[in-house]
């Protein structure tokens, strides 16, 4: 089965940056949209961002918006969240995934998992105080 692999988690203290990749080359991104998911300690899985190749939207969590900026590159079928001026509760592991449903939520709207078709295994950041 094609598999999402991410990287460029890591232990960063708060108000740093770090920028996680989404290894999706064995898809081409055109039919789908891409999710960034996060799941805190005893938390659920929360939508982060995503965007819509298609149609070029983008979708933010509130509590990201400023700080987070996703982008690809279609070429490599790579997917990026560049996370800036982190904050210990942005500790999580992150994930990537596709949704065949080539659009992203509306601002304000919850970017729910349950449509995500591919999903990676994930990758930890720590966001220390």
């Known amino acids: 089965e094609a598999q999402l692999v991410e990287s460029g988690g890591g232990l960063v203290q708060a108000g740093g940056s770090l920028r996680l990749s989404c290894d999706a080359s064995?898809?081409?991104?055109?039919?789908?949209?891409i999710g960034w998911f996060r799941q805190a300690p005893e938390k659920g899985r929360e939508g982060v961002s995503c965007?819509?190749?298609?149609?070029?939207?983008?979708y933010y969590l509130d509590s990201v918006k400023g700080r987070f900026t996703i982008s690809t590159d279609m070429a490599k079928s790579m997917v990026y969240l560049q996370m800036n001026s982190l904050k210990p509760e942005d500790t999580a592991v992150y994930y990537c995934?596709?949704?065949?449903?080539?659009?992203?939520?509306?601002?304000?709207?919850?970017?729910?998992?349950?449509?995500?078709?591919?999903w990676g295994k994930g990758t930890s950041v720590t966001v220390s105080s």
């Open positions: 064995e898809f081409n991104l055109d039919g789908y949209s």
């Open positions: 995934a596709l949704d065949r449903f080539p659009h992203c939520p509306g601002s304000g709207s919850v970017f729910g998992d349950s449509g995500m078709d591919y």
């Open positions: 965007i819509s190749p298609s149609d070029g939207t983008t």
